[in-house]
C-alpha cells in the first residue's frame, strides 16, 4: 500500500535563505507525486507534480522537487524564503492515475514559518 | 473560469442535526473527490464520484455519511445526525476526466459540531 510520510511537522527560517521541506514515500507501484500548499484558511494549491517525466520537477513560485526511487525521497525545495511563503505544504503520492482510482494519499504536513 | 466552489465556508450544527456540504466542480470537470481534514492531520479521502455514480466511496465512514453527484446542480455530501467528533474541515476537488492526474481543490468547508 502506499504511504507518505514528511519528516518535519515544522520548519522555520529566516527570510532569503534556504527551504528544504522533506518527503518520503512507499509505493507498489512507479508513483505520481505532487506537492500541494495551503496558506491559512485557503483551500489547497498545487505547487508541482512529478508523473515519470523528468525527475526534477519546476513547480510555482521558485520551488522545485527532485524524485529520487533509490532513496524513496520526493523534498522540496526552494533556494531563497519569502515571507508570503509561510503556509503548510503537503506531500502526496498516487499510485493511479486520478480518474482511475480517485485517491490521494497526503502526508500529515509540515509548517513553514519564515521569520524576517 | 472559476476555481472549485464550496459552500457555506463554515457550517455550525448543534449534535443530532444535519449538515449539507455542497461543491461545484470548475466548469467541464466531470470527476469529484472528497476529502476530511481533522486538526493536525492531512487530508484523508474519503469518496469519489462522477455524473450520477459513486465510484469510490472506501473513506467513507459506513453510517451516517452518503455522498451524491446528480446530473445536474453541486456535488453533495451530507452527514446525519451529527457528533462533535464530525468537526472537520472538508475539501472537495474536481478533475476533467480519467487519466488526468492533477486535481483542484476548493477552499473547504469547515464543520463545527456544538
Known amino acids: 500500500a502506499q504511504s507518505v510520510t514528511q519528516l518535519d511537522s515544522h520548519v522555520s527560517v529566516s527570510e532569503g535563505t534556504p527551504v528544504l521541506l522533506r518527503c518520503n514515500y512507499s509505493?507498489?507501484?512507479?508513483?505520481?507525486l505532487f506537492w500541494y500548499v495551503q496558506h491559512p484558511n485557503k483551500g489547497l494549491q498545487l505547487l508541482l507534480k512529478?508523473?515519470?517525466?523528468?525527475?526534477l520537477v519546476k513547480g510555482i513560485n521558485g520551488f522545485e522537487a527532485e524524485f529520487k526511487k533509490s532513496e524513496t525521497s520526493f523534498h522540496l525545495t526552494k533556494p531563497s524564503a519569502h515571507m508570503s511563503d509561510a503556509a503548510e505544504y503537503f506531500c502526496?503520492?498516487?499510485?493511479?492515475?486520478?480518474?482511475?482510482?480517485?485517491?490521494?494519499?497526503f502526508g500529515k504536513g509540515t509548517k513553514l514559518s519564515v521569520k524576517p | 473560469n472559476a476555481g472549485v466552489m464550496q459552500n457555506p465556508r463554515h457550517l455550525v450544527r448543534r449534535r443530532g442535526q444535519e449538515a449539507r456540504l455542497r461543491c461545484s466542480p470548475m466548469?467541464?470537470?466531470?470527476?469529484v473527490y472528497w476529502y476530511r481534514q481533522l486538526p493536525e492531520e492531512g487530508l484523508k479521502f474519503m469518496v469519489y464520484?462522477?455524473?450520477?455514480?459513486?465510484?469510490?466511496e472506501s473513506g467513507m465512514p459506513k453510517e451516517r455519511f452518503s455522498a451524491e453527484f446528480p446530473k445536474e446542480g453541486p456535488s453533495i455530501l451530507r452527514i446525519q445526525q451529527v457528533v462533535r467528533g464530525d468537526s472537520a474541515a472538508y475539501f472537495c476537488?474536481?478533475?476533467?476526466?480519467?487519466?488526468?492526474?492533477?486535481?483542484?481543490f476548493g477552499q473547504g468547508t469547515r464543520l463545527t459540531v456544538v
Open positions: 466548469k467541464g470537470h466531470s470527476h
Open positions: 464520484l462522477q455524473k450520477e455514480n459513486i465510484i469510490d
Open positions: 509505493s507498489s507501484y512507479s508513483p505520481s
Open positions: 476537488a474536481s478533475s476533467p476526466g480519467q487519466g488526468n492526474t492533477e486535481a483542484f
Open positions: 512529478y508523473t515519470s517525466a523528468a525527475t
Open positions: 502526496v503520492v498516487s499510485d493511479q492515475p486520478l480518474g482511475s482510482q480517485g485517491n490521494l494519499i
